[in-house]
């Protein structure tokens, strides 16, 4: 998405969220934030205007805050360092090995719109979880999500990539005394081809849903699309329809899933758009700012989209799902660059009458050239797209897939390969299903005994078949098949 503001971990700006929940940043007072209560911000309704006489001391004190709180971040990253989240579930209980530089301070920056790193291991998700104030998935939780399901955890869970979450054992709480809830999640529809790291939340939202039997919506960002790229309505919701096509060739059931496009939905549903009001009405454009970086240039919808993606959290969005009910609660599968969105809507939940949605944060998927960015639609270099043919798939693969192998084939051999680094490794991760696989190609890989040609072809022989065959199953996807999963109607659950 082309936005023009960088945002170093935004959602932790103390002027926009002064009630910044599950904090864990040393150094910050009673004053700052009220757990779980309003959004409050200086000289906002409620709150008198200082006097001239006044306003000097307050602004020394404000200074006093700002490097109280400047200190306090400097304290916590240097006591975190700049270890990268490990792959494999193993690596959870061991320190990360320094095989390359890392990102230094406030090299990593993340928000909705923008990832980078100068680190070529990719973004420091520890650093991410403490800055977020978000919990890490550790081997409790997902021995607890095997206990409860019954089922052995997903591969995204046991290698880390899925690796922060809020408020999961709340939700496992509620599964385990006969609580239903529903799943969210979304896809902003700025191309008509998709890429396959578009698939990572679709396939594990896909397995959540098997796994806990629960309703799923989908909402398709067509809207948002409109306000961020030079885009027609048309071409948006054009893309919002075929990008329905990729997500129903995932495997998502038809009748607990329900895929709707902002464009389409608003109009129909009257609950929907009242939850949309509520979160406008609780959220000012001072925190609006401090949260997302929007600048007095910005367009109005885009100021006030926030509230778009966040009234899918809430049960009564969807009457004909929910039959009007508000304690439902939302378990939101997402890249945790999603996250200040519901940061807010979080904040907002209990002001309103709804619980605050639950969520899983999923790790970047890499570009191509490397971790130091996602991949993204708009490069096709950088991407191997959902449309790509094998021929295709393997020259992108071998021209540009950065190697974490050494310059000559001897130097390889004696000192190996690094797969902190190296892409086509990291894609492996995601896709080779195989535990023991994986493992043992990381160890001949940084052995030396595994070349990078021959790690690019496992890639390759890996993502072919997987490819072909999701295009095989997308061309069953008719409109009509698009059709009954867009309209609004009840779903195979009694609430």
């Known amino acids: 998405m082309d936005h023009n503001v960088n945002v170093v971990y935004r959602s932790l700006n103390f002027s926009a969220l002064d009630s910044v929940e599950d904090d864990r940043l040393p150094g910050r007072r009673s004053w700052e934030r009220d757990a779980d209560g309003p959004v409050r911000e200086a000289g906002g309704p409620g709150r008198e205007s200082p006097s001239p006489e006044n306003r000097k001391g307050r602004e020394s004190r404000r200074g006093r805050r700002t490097a109280d709180a400047a200190e306090a971040e400097g304290r916590l990253q240097g006591a975190h360092g700049s270890g990268v989240q490990s792959w494999m579930s193993a690596r959870r209980q061991r320190p990360t090995q320094d095989n390359g530089p890392s990102a230094g301070e406030g090299d990593d920056m993340v928000d909705p719109w923008n990832v980078s790193t100068?680190?070529?291991?990719?973004?420091?998700?520890?650093?991410?979880?403490?800055?977020?104030?978000?919990?890490?998935?550790?081997?409790?939780?997902?021995?607890?999500?095997?206990?409860?399901?019954?089922?052995?955890?997903?591969?995204?869970?046991?290698?880390?990539?899925?690796?922060?979450?809020r408020d999961m054992h709340q939700i496992l709480d509620a599964f385990e005394n006969k609580k239903s809830f529903y799943l969210y999640t979304g896809r902003g529809p700025s191309s008509e081809a998709m890429h396959v790291g578009h698939l990572i939340p679709f396939i594990f939202t896909k397995w959540l849903q098997d796994v806990f039997d629960v309703p799923l919506v989908i909402q398709l960002t067509d809207d948002e699309k409109y306000l961020w790229k030079d885009l027609s309505l048309e071409e948006c919701h054009r893309y919002a329809v075929e990008n329905a096509k990729d997500i129903v060739a995932c495997g998502f059931d038809v009748n607990k899933t329900f895929i709707f496009s902002d464009l389409d939905y608003m109009g129909m549903s009257p609950g929907f758009y009242r939850n949309v009001v509520k979160v406008q009405k609780h959220v000012t454009f001072n925190q609006v700012k401090g949260i997302f970086g929007f600048t007095d240039s910005d367009c109005i919808g885009k100021i006030s989209f926030p509230a778009i993606q966040a009234a899918p959290s809430f049960s009564t969005s969807f009457p004909q799902i929910f039959s009007g009910r508000k304690d439902v609660q939302c378990l939101i599968p997402c890249a945790i660059d999603q996250d200040p969105y519901f940061r807010m809507t979080r904040d907002v939940a209990p002001r309103i009458?709804?619980?605050?949605?639950?969520?899983?944060?999923?790790?970047?998927?890499?570009?191509?050239?490397?971790?130091?960015?996602?991949?993204?639609?708009?490069?096709?270099?950088?991407?191997?797209?959902?449309?790509?043919?094998?021929?295709?798939?393997?020259?992108?693969?071998?021209?540009?897939?950065?190697?974490?192998?050494?310059?000559?084939?001897?130097?390889?051999?004696?000192?190996?390969?690094?797969?902190?680094?190296?892409?086509?490794?990291?894609?492996?991760?995601?896709?080779?299903e195989d535990d023991e696989q994986l493992e043992k190609i990381r160890q001949d890989y940084s052995s030396g005994a595994l070349l990078t040609g021959e790690l690019k072809k496992r890639l390759i022989e890996t993502l072919q078949p997987m490819i072909t065959a999701h295009q095989e199953k997308r061309k069953q996807v008719t409109e009509e098949t698009v059709r009954q999963f867009m309209t609004p109607r009840r779903l195979d659950f009694d609430f």
């Open 118 to 165: 100068s680190s070529a291991k990719g973004v420091d998700y520890d650093k991410l979880i403490v800055r977020f104030g978000s919990s890490k998935i550790d081997q409790e939780l997902v021995d607890r999500i095997e206990r409860v399901t019954g089922q052995k955890p997903h591969h995204f869970l046991r290698r880390g990539i899925f690796f922060s979450h």
């Open 353 to 432: 009458g709804f619980p605050k949605p639950a969520l899983l944060h999923s790790t970047f998927f890499p570009a191509l050239q490397g971790a130091q960015t996602k991949m993204s639609a708009s490069d096709p270099n950088s991407s191997i797209f959902l449309t790509d043919t094998a021929k295709q798939i393997k020259n992108k693969i071998n021209k540009h897939a950065f190697s974490g192998g050494k310059d000559t084939v001897e130097e390889h051999r004696r000192c190996g390969g690094n797969t902190d680094v190296d892409v086509s490794f990291m894609y492996l991760t995601f896709f080779l």
